[in-house]
């Protein structure tokens, strides 16, 4: 298999085509040794460059700080949520602007999603250059140079989604897409409550969505509604009261656009927060859920179901730190600080590794770990992995995952969407 992903490695051997060929010689020294070597951040390198394995590598031989995935957490978040979608019966178009990486995307269409919503056109063309279909384009495409590079890549995936919600807009699409000779699928873009982005859900909805059946050039597919406020609000109960209160008008529309004969096949929505109270609600047809795969502190503390934790979906996303100055028997000081979380949460990350540490900001390049109730002896040059606050802007800050099983790193995919060009 080969290790570093999201890249052109179509011409490298595999692990077994290398052996039988002999070409394992010419790097004897990394790939004879034991697992229980060392390895140098140069030799990780040079394996990855040339596309070969990576086995034998462990957390203790990567660089601080960098982003771990834990595969097997992962895996279960991904079978769970397939899982849930099947039984409710409604389909699923998981967010990228979470991961921004179609490695991750490529194992969520493995598991029977339709494709991806993404959130910015940088994020669609990586995704596409990548072989994701099925993309979804959950921001509006306002000025040239997006409605130029959407309908661009709408040409090369016609299944590619935009969502509308001005006729200004609709009619900027509906003439680029006519200079390209395309049909644009399209969704009404229908706002519950955030006054981000959207139109008020009711007859103001509706007309749009026959202004945008006129125009010959634009495909209405349904409507695309979002309630980005529901999706933490702490209490099971509470979350469901907020979510159905606010998506009701916006389902209410859809409905009103069936009822008219308008093509309304899909009405997506839905959060990581509000999956197993949206995918009941009349009318949905697909959750857009995005944090579910990773998950973060901001999750954890919403609550769930079953009590205070929300704990539907594990912990796939850690930042790994190591210990770099030690002392003084209370604290110690990682190399993970401003720059290494996303910082837009009141809160930050918690440790997960070694149980019993609280960390705290330490300025840009350093955090303070409290050792009072550390499960053991912590000291220089230990690794300490931590749960980010809010995973999307997380992600955002580094450019590749280190895959792990345990404590053995297993590949490493490259964040392919981050950036912004
Ligand atoms: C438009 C849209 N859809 C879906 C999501 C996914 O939400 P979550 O990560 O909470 O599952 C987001 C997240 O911000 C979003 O902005």
């Not at 309908?151 to 897409?177: F, G, S």
């Not at 008219?260 to 997506?268: D, N």
């Not at 109730?373 to 749960?387: M, N, T």
Request: hydrophobic share 40%.
């Amino acid at each position: 298999m080969i290790n570093i992903q999201g890249v052109n490695l179509q011409m490298r051997p595999s692990r077994r085509d290398w052996l039988r060929t002999g070409m394992h010689a010419l790097a004897a020294p990394m790939i004879m040794t034991s697992n229980a070597r060392a390895y140098s951040v140069d030799e990780i390198e040079e394996r990855l460059a040339r596309g070969s394995e990576i086995e034998g590598v462990t957390k203790q031989d990567l660089p601080t700080p960098s982003l771990l995935l834990d595969l097997d957490a992962f895996e279960a978040n991904l079978g769970r949520m397939s899982e849930h979608a099947k039984t409710a019966g409604v389909d699923l178009r998981p967010h990228a602007k979470t991961h921004k990486c179609s490695e991750v995307a490529r194992r969520q269409v493995g598991r029977g999603a339709l494709g991806v919503c993404v959130a910015t056109i940088r994020e669609a063309e990586a995704m596409a250059a990548a072989g994701i279909g099925g993309l979804l384009l959950t921001s509006e495409a306002v000025g040239p140079n997006k409605i130029h590079r959407l309908v661009r890549l709408a040409r090369q995936q016609p299944d590619t989604m935009a969502v509308i919600d001005h006729p200004d807009n609709a009619a900027e699409l509906d003439e680029a897409a006519g200079a390209a000779k395309i049909r644009l699928d399209a969704l009404v873009d229908i706002d519950p409550l955030g006054r981000r982005t959207g139109i008020p859900p009711g007859p103001a909805a509706v007309q749009l969505a026959e202004t945008i059946d006129r125009l010959a050039n634009l495909r209405l597919r349904g409507v695309h509604g979002y309630c980005g406020a529901s999706s933490h609000v702490k209490g099971f109960q509470a979350r469901k009261e907020h979510s159905e209160r606010y998506m009701g008008p916006v389902l209410d529309s859809f409905a009103a656009m069936r009822r008219k004969g308008l093509p309304a096949e899909i009405m997506s929505g839905a959060s990581t927060g509000t999956y197993n109270i949206d995918s009941a609600l009349e009318g949905m047809t697909e959750l857009q859920v995005g944090s579910y795969a990773l998950m973060d502190v901001d999750y954890r503390i919403i609550g769930g179901r079953g009590g205070e934790v929300y704990d539907d979906f594990h912990n796939a996303l850690h930042v790994l730190a190591t210990v770099v100055s030690k002392n003084h028997d209370d604290i110690a000081t990682v190399d993970a600080g401003l720059k290494a979380f996303a910082t837009d949460r009141e809160f930050g990350p918690e440790v997960a590794r070694p149980a019993g540490l609280t960390y705290a900001f330490r300025g840009d390049e350093h955090g303070a770990l409290t050792l009072a109730d550390a499960e053991r002896e912590i000291v220089l040059g230990d690794k300490i992995e931590l749960v980010v606050p809010h995973c999307d802007p997380n992600v955002n800050l580094y450019d590749r995952m280190y895959c792990v099983r345990g404590d053995s790193v297993q590949q490493v995919w490259k964040v392919d969407a981050r950036g912004h060009i």
